[in-house]
């Protein structure tokens, strides 16, 4: 089964600092990472995602994530954060074949300080 | 299109009582996800769909709660008898699965149901 692991559920960061939330995911077979981003009272939306190809994948809003295999991980960094981006951040997995069922990791909150 | 879409928005409702949500996908998708989010648990997958047919229901919490998707436009969560621990916001996601290039869920905005 697979299985993703968020390692911090609050991120507080002073706004123009960089950021990286952390997320570990397990799985035995290939997978396609994501991650999303839900701002308070809203739905979740997608910041970028990982399929094939390059490690390193650029989403919206200047985020991205660099997928590594060897260490089970795909952590997202931002090099210089804005208030906006307060929110809550979601990693999740799911196969590449077979029933696309997607697991999420428990979030990270991430607190932009003004 | 419009984007996933889920009616009510917020619901109050009293223990006891049968609360249906419901949920319309975005045309053309051949999944669609039920979630339930609390403050305790994170972000939980209760059952999903592939063209209208319930693949894995797993994360049904109990016999209390039921889905069913009765076409490819329509899908409903049905909790009866509903109790407080049930008050969470549930989500509703639509994807459509594009074999050896993956997609992501899209989702809607999510109903906030309180049991009192």
């Known amino acids: 089964a697979q299985s993703v692991t968020q390692l911090d559920s609050q991120v507080p960061v002073f706004e123009e600092a960089p950021v990286e939330l952390r997320c570990n995911y397990s799985?035995?077979?290939?997978?396609?990472l994501f991650w999303y981003v839900q701002y308070p009272n809203q739905g979740l939306q997608l910041l970028l995602k990982?399929?094939?190809?390059?490690?390193l994948v650029k989403g919206i809003n200047g985020f991205e994530a660099e997928f590594n295999k060897s260490q089970t991980s795909f952590h997202l960094r931002k090099p210089s954060v804005h208030i906006s981006d307060t929110a809550e951040y979601f990693c999740?997995?799911?196969?590449?074949?077979?029933?696309?069922?997607?697991?999420f990791g428990i979030g990270t909150k991430l607190q932009v300080i003004p | 299109d419009a984007g996933v879409i889920q009616s009510p928005r917020h619901e109050v409702t009293e223990m006891g009582q049968e609360v249906t949500l419901r949920c319309k996908p975005i045309?053309?998708?051949?999944?669609l996800f039920w979630y339930r989010q609390t403050m305790m648990r994170g972000l939980e997958l209760l059952i999903y769909?592939?063209?209208?047919?319930?693949?894995?229901d797993s994360g049904m919490p109990e016999d209390r709660f039921s889905a069913k998707m009765p076409n490819a436009s329509f899908s409903t969560l049905k909790i009866q008898p509903s109790e407080p621990r049930d008050s969470a916001v549930y989500f509703c996601?639509?994807?459509?699965?594009?074999?050896?290039?993956?997609?992501?869920?899209?989702f809607g905005q999510g109903t906030r149901l309180t049991v009192v």
């Open positions: 769909f592939n063209n209208n047919v319930p693949i894995d």
């Open positions: 990982y399929l094939s190809g390059s490690t």
């Open positions: 799985s035995s077979v290939s997978v396609y």
């Open positions: 996601a639509s994807s459509f699965f594009w074999k050896g290039k993956g997609t992501e869920a899209f």
């Open positions: 999740a997995v799911s196969f590449s074949g077979g029933y696309q069922k997607v697991t």
């Open positions: 045309s053309g998708h051949d999944y």
